[in-house]
């Protein structure tokens, strides 16, 4: 798996909605599990979401019923939908492989406002 490219990030109010979505190049993407990572100012990046190659899920706790991760295998691109954003969701998102991450994106900015 080559580059990693991340889009749709912003500036949106409390209770917003954002789509970003994560372009990957190689032609491997769909056998890893992809994941969603993000990383807030002064913390470590953590895990926000995860897909499987068969399209199994799993959440941080922290988004749970508001975060929905999908994969485009024939696209090479994997989603997260975010509803219900909280100013605590204010992060750098990133996508990579589950295991094994390649070279990291630049990412993309959320930003929730109060």
């Known amino acids: 798996q080559g580059q990693l490219v991340e889009s749709g990030g912003g500036l949106v109010q409390a209770g917003g909605s954002l789509r970003l979505s994560c372009a990957a190049s190689?032609?491997?993407?769909?056998?890893?599990?992809m994941a969603w990572y993000r990383q807030a100012p002064g913390k470590q990046r953590e895990l926000v979401a995860q897909v499987s190659s068969g399209g199994s899920t799993n959440y941080a706790d922290s988004v749970k019923g508001r975060f929905t991760i999908s994969r485009d295998n024939a696209k090479n691109t994997v989603y997260l939908q975010m509803n219900s954003l909280k100013p605590e969701d204010t992060a750098v998102y990133y996508c990579n492989r589950r295991i094994n991450p390649s070279s990291w994106g630049q990412g993309t900015q959320v930003t929730v406002s109060s």
């Open positions: 190689g032609s491997t993407f769909s056998v890893y599990t």
